[in-house]
């Protein structure tokens, strides 16, 4: 079996969705269940015996070690983390607690576990710490797509949380012999995002007729990945990565904020038709501190040594996306809770 932390959100739910379609292993999905952590992201596989939820926190040693023993897990994929700039900005204390010191916390059990483990199980295990393209800090609009040799330059809390994280994980590579991979992936989108972030944010207020907030002048450019597509990049990491080597996930898609809204609103009038254009909303608001202007990466490597590459366009990523929310008004009115509201007046209302 695998081990997967943080499974219970986006990219996490995601991923075990694929792995059980695709692989034979069963899955246990260790999450504390914070506001963007939700059971229903995995609701298709209730009653399966090959998914297992445990409702922990990553800081819990004791509860960590005993799934370790429990299970035995060929490897762990590390999602649990905190995500969002916008609230590193707000309130950075999470970040440093649980993408800092809970992967350290993570990374000890681990160590103490293959210490006592059998030759099988240290041979075959493997750490798969998935990270961000935020590490590698803002690109001018020159600069090349950044490569995994690029030096760290973080901008926020949490990209500067996520990149010490990389770096724990790396020295326990060089000091421990521990079998880890990391990846940095650019921005992914898709099913199941929690609607804080741009795409899903943009979404669902264009089908409700609110301001579409954009911040500054809209031309911040980010490299949008498909989650499928991340997906099926990160089982080939697991099934055929290097241990200790870093490869950089990308989609091939850079686009300014204002592209990837006019995109959204364009398939929303196509798909919901409205009496007047859902790109006269667009809003632009107050930028936010230290805002990058630009991510890009080079999946290179992982085109040559995996054989991987992104297989979804962006225009027909979007477009599943959007379906996909307009054929699950269930669990959009799940996860647009009173806490979701609070947050959206306490980062919006006064920009």
């Not at 090349?144 to 590579?173: G, I, Q």
């Not at 599943?320 to 919006?348: C, F, I, M």
Request: charged share 20%; glycine share 8%; with cysteine.
């Amino acid at each position: 079996m695998i081990l997967v932390t943080g499974g219970a959100g986006f990219i996490g739910a995601n991923f075990i969705l694929d792995w059980i379609a695709s692989e034979a292993s069963p899955v246990v999905n260790l999450d504390k269940l914070t506001y963007a952590g939700n059971p229903g992201n995995l609701a298709a596989l209730e009653g399966d015996a090959r998914y297992r939820f445990v409702h922990g926190d990553i800081n819990d040693r004791a509860l960590v070690e005993r799934l370790l023993r429990e299970h035995r897990p060929r490897a762990i994929a590390h999602f649990a983390a905190e995500s969002h700039v916008d609230r590193s900005i707000q309130g950075p204390g999470e970040f440093v607690q649980t993408n800092i010191v809970g992967t350290f916390n993570l990374l000890e059990a681990v160590r103490a576990w293959l210490s006592e483990a059998t030759a099988e199980d240290k041979a075959r295990f493997r750490f798969l710490h998935v990270s961000t393209d935020e590490v590698y800090g803002s690109l001018s609009t020159e600069s090349p797509p950044a490569t995994e040799t690029f030096a760290y330059a973080p901008s926020s809390p949490y990209s500067a949380s996520k990149a010490a994280s990389d770096h724990l994980v790396r020295a326990y590579c060089c000091t421990y012999q521990f079998p880890a991979l990391i990846t940095n992936c650019s921005n992914n989108y898709g099913p199941r995002q929690f609607p804080e972030k741009l795409i899903p944010l943009i979404m669902l207020n264009a089908l409700n007729g609110k301001p579409l907030p954009v911040y500054g002048d809209g031309l911040n450019i980010r490299d949008w990945l498909y989650v499928g597509d991340h997906c099926a990049a990160l089982r080939a990491v697991l099934a055929r990565g290097r241990i200790g080597e870093t490869y950089n996930v990308g989609g091939n898609s850079e686009k300014t904020n204002l592209e990837v809204v006019k995109t959204l609103c364009n398939i929303i009038d196509e798909l919901r038709p409205a009496a007047a254009p859902r790109a006269a909303l667009l809003t632009f608001v107050k930028d936010r501190p230290g805002h990058d202007r630009r991510y890009a990466l080079d999946a290179g490597k992982l085109a040559r040594e995996l054989g991987w590459q992104p297989q979804e366009k962006f225009a027909s990523g979007m477009r599943k996306t959007v379906a996909w929310y307009l054929d699950n008004p269930q669990w959009v009115a799940s996860v647009v809770s009173g806490e979701y509201r609070h947050w959206l007046a306490t980062n919006y209302d006064k920009r």
